[in-house]
């Protein structure tokens, strides 16, 4: 067994790493934490993302990576490079096979910048793979068969829509609307609703505890702590599931429209079998509440979540190299 294949999964909330024969060996927050007066890297990952909103000002904590693309590139470079010594350990001697996930929007300018960023981080061969692709092979799904299925793939800064058929993208979109726009969200119905100005951290928390994207049968309630922004003073307020569906409302829907528009334009056969097979949700963003009910009654197509909708994407960029190697040859022939 080759230990020296990594699928990286890129993505502007967090970066998996899947190493061949081990599975998804890190997971953590793309988040790097340095000093603005020395320029020098404090922290990485987890201990960076827990300096969010709570440094000092000459520590910084940045996201090198907005809506999927790398907007530092040597901030994304060393990240990378962090990552993946953290997960192959140092005593690698030989270079590894390394693939990369980017959205499927991506420009040839920003593929380019991530595949330098990961042959400075060390990588022997690179392979750029596009997110809806390597959330379909990380979800089960038989790529090489010349069947019509759908993966809707909500990340921390992206959501990619796409029919896959036969290895291949057949119709796409990606929009830059996903799980940190539920966030954003939040913060601003919080801000015009309450006057409660709420970190980026607490509106998470309101998301994965209450959050909903249609109406449940039973409500949740959560008491959210801020700064009232009349009085300048601390205060906490209770908050109610049905308030945040009402909050997610506009970003949902766009993501719905977005949906919609790809059905639109898949070719009839195609879309007779995304009937029969139902859309697949994969991505952090997917586990939002109701958004599998919210999709089914604007489409009127099943819709389900995959197993593990985090880590679909890395598995599958893991698989990819598999995929590339003849690994399906016996699938195609």
Known sequence: MNYSDVGIDLGTASILVYIKGKGVVLKEPSVVAFDRDTNKIKAIGEDARLMIGRTPGNIVAVRPLRQGVISNYTVTEQMMKYFIVKAMGKKTFRKPRIAVCVPSGVTEVEKKAVE???????????????????????????????????????????????????????????IKIAGDDFDEAIVRYMRNKYNLLVGDRTAEDIKINIGTAFKRAEVDYMDVRGRNLVTGLPETIRVSSDETQEALKQTTSQILDTICSVLEKTPPELAGDIVDR????????????????????????????????????????????????????????
Request: glycine letters at 14%; a negative charge; hydrophobic letters at 40%.
């Open 116 to 174: 330098d960023a990961t042959y400075q981080a060390g990588a022997r061969e690179v392979a750029i793979i596009e997110e809806p692709i390597a959330a379909a092979i990380g979800a089960g799904i038989d790529i090489s068969k010349p069947q019509g299925n759908m993966i809707v793939d909500i990340g921390g800064g992206t959501t990619d829509v796409a029919v896959i058929s036969l290895g291949g993208t057949v119709e796409s979109a990606s």
């Open 278 to 333: 139902g859309i697949v949700l994969t991505g952090g963003g997917a586990m939002l509440r109701g958004l599998e009910e919210l999709i089914e009654e604007r489409t009127h197509i099943n819709t389900m979540t995959a197993d593990e909708p985090m880590t679909c994407v890395a598995i599958g960029t893991g698989r990819y190299i598999e995929f590339l190697s003849g690994y399906n040859e016996d699938a195609t022939n």
